[in-house]
């Protein structure tokens, strides 16, 4: 059996990542960045594919694991009848390659120890060529070298490379893994001491500029190190997470590639670095935002790539078993060609708190959204996909409705309060048309609540959102009777689903976990309403769920008590940082985008 998921830890330079498993071996790394084919690890669970393991070479070791302070380098420390060592690892967020340090430390006797290192470049299909050189080795397969840098002597054992080794107390071995392309020459290296000490204090630096005195500071802290690790630097996206194809249900196929950045992120992401005082964060974000945005209103996509590419192909790796056997492996994502009218809102919205934090708004994007909401004046009486990018029929989703009204809600206020020229009365008329449509279709008396789509009965989480961005008040009764039919019917065992997944409802078989975002929501309607004690109890449960270095993932399974989907899931950890906030004496983004 695969390692649970919740057993891995991150790493990262600010351009890619990987995982590394407790018993010491790294599982999933794309170099050079969070989508490249270059796959150093096809998948997690499918070690034949690709792994690089460091730990004790005897059985019976005992693991604790934590990183270090303000960073995101991982310290494993392994004991054993013989001794104790620390494993360090890291990538380095500077220079001009994408590098992997890993480091043993003797700590107390000596521990004999085993490197196991297996090379498979896209996703798993590739065997490199390989050759040893002086202090290590060189692997090439097309476009891509990797350089493994150590004093450890290494050998050839069935397609991978081997190296036993033992370390004393006091004794330090390096490992440095350098990937670059193979027509180029390798970039120069820093030595193993200074690269881990300019990494440990890059990152200090940087989470020490975080602006939170909450109760819960080293939550929110470590959320925002793993958001920041899973920025793509050069042009500032934001990817939703690390990771392709871990599966919402174990052995199912809701499994997706999620190596991209979608746009209903954005709001969430913007006040998560804003209120923790990341202004130059917020900016890139904003910039890759309206780069990626660019053309067409009507050939606007819910995600982009980490650049803002638009084709983003899905296709499926048959070669690998996918992890616990969840079939298929997914690369690509073809929801990007789906119409979601929820998207047109969350742009308008990013926009809009932006001017109000005072981020500078330059009249090119004040005429994209204009030209956005031009489109949307006919686009809002549309079907769609909806959020959860069913692969179904469209239908009229109330939260794309809601969304669009938060679309012509946020321009009918830009003009107001911010002097914007444009169709002010025309976006405020359409603002309530959709306003009093969605409150006419989208509430059923019989249920007491909002409904997932025009005409059904199923509920969704996704409406916990309505009053979240201020489209009705928190104590209204349609909000409070929704709250309650949600608590009664989507949430098991204190953890929300998204919506019912009984078979077809959504194109798919069912079955999945609580998604973890929809439960931040609840709390977040709970802080809303006064509920206190509630928003506060689940808000604890959700942070119990994190790993023990302080990661979630996309969803959680109650029944088997473990994490599922992609890992570790930005949604989840903006989330995190975001409910923390709006718990805060000082009031959030909930409180606050309520009033937009």
């Known amino acids: ?21 407790k018993d010491g071996s790294l599982d999933w790394l794309c170099f050079p960045r969070f989508d490249s084919p270059a796959c150093f690890a096809a998948l997690l669970g499918t070690r034949d594919n690709g792994r690089w ?33 620390v494993l360090t690892d890291c990538m380095l967020p500077f220079g001009d390659g994408t590098e992997v340090l890993r480091v043993v430390e003797g ?26 050189e002086p202090g290590g080795l060189l692997a090439i397969a097309g476009p891509d070298t990797l350089h493994l840098h150590t004093p450890v002597p290494l050998r050839g054992e069935n397609l991978a490379t ?24 390798a970039p120069e290296g820093l030595g193993a001491d200074e690269a881990l000490r300019r990494t440990e204090a890059w990152w200090r630096d940087w989470s020490g500029r975080c602006h939170d005195d909450s109760e819960w500071r080293e939550a929110v802290v470590r959320s925002l190190i793993t958001l920041k690790a899973l920025t793509y630097a050069p042009t500032g996206g934001i990817v939703a ?12 196929v809701r499994n997706w590639d999620y190596r991209y950045c979608w746009l209903r992120d954005a709001t969430f992401t913007l006040y998560s670095l804003l209120q923790a005082g990341y202004l130059d964060e917020a900016k890139a974000w904003r910039e890759w935002l309206l780069r990626a945005v660019a053309g067409a209103p009507d050939a606007l ?71 956005v909401l031009g489109f949307l004046e006919e686009a809002w ?46 976006w405020r008329r359409l603002r309530d048309e959709v306003h009093a449509e969605v409150c006419a279709r989208g509430f059923d008396p019989d249920v007491g609540a909002f409904v997932q789509s025009y005409g059904a009965r199923a509920l969704d989480a996704s409406l916990l959102m309505i009053p979240l961005v201020g489209f009705l008040p928190p104590e209204d009764a349609r909000v ?43 709390a977040d309607n709970y802080a809303l309403m006064g509920r206190q004690d509630d928003a506060r109890r689940t808000f604890e449960r959700l942070l119990a769920l994190r790993n023990d270095v302080g990661l979630l993932s996309e969803e959680y399974d109650p029944k088997a008590k473990r994490l599922l989907g992609n890992f570790p899931q930005a949604f989840s950890h903006v989330g995190l940082v975001n409910t923390a906030r709006n718990l805060s004496h000082a009031g959030g983004p909930a409180h606050h985008r309520k009033e937009s």
């Open 1 to 21: 059996m695969p390692s649970r998921i919740e057993d891995y830890a991150l790493i990262g330079d600010c351009q890619t990542a990987a995982l590394v498993g």
């Open 53 to 85: 393991q460091i730990g004790p070479a005897a059985e019976g070791y005992s693991v604790r694991r934590a990183y270090r302070d303000g960073t995101l380098v991982l310290d494993t420390t392994f004991t054993t009848d013989d001794g104790e060592v």
């Open 107 to 132: 700590k107390r006797g000596r521990v004999a120890l085993r490197m196991d290192l297996v090379i498979r470049f896209d996703y798993g299909s590739i065997v490199p060529w390989v050759r040893s």
């Open 162 to 185: 081997v190296a036993e080794f033992s370390v004393a107390a006091g004794e330090r071995v390096p490992f440095l893994l350098t990937w670059h392309p193979s027509h180029l020459p």
């Open 241 to 252: 997470a690390a990771t392709t194809s871990l599966p919402e249900h174990l052995g199912g």
């Open 301 to 371: 996509q819910i995600m982009y790539g980490l650049a803002g590419e638009r084709r983003l192909t899905e296709f499926e790796v048959g070669w690998l078993s996918g992890y616990a056997d969840s079939r298929p492996v997914r690369v690509g994502n073809a929801a990007h060609e789906q119409f979601q009218l929820d998207v047109y809102g969350e742009l308008l919205d990013v926009m809009y708190q932006c001017c109000r934090a005072g981020l500078d708004d330059d009249e090119p994007a004040w005429r994209l959204q204009q030209a």
């Open 381 to 426: 009486r549309r079907p769609d996909e909806g959020i959860w990018e069913v692969r179904g029929p469209r239908r009229h989703f109330t939260h794309s409705k809601v969304m669009a009204w938060v679309a012509f809600d946020r321009a009918t206020k830009a003009v107001k309060h911010f002097d914007k020229e444009g169709a002010g009365e025309k």
């Open 480 to 522: 409070t009777g929704t709250v309650a039919a949600i608590e009664r019917e989507l949430m098991h065992d204190g953890f929300v689903a998204r919506y019912p997944t009984a078979e077809g409802v959504d194109g798919l078989p069912p079955g999945e976990g609580a998604f973890l975002a929809c439960t931040f929501w609840l």
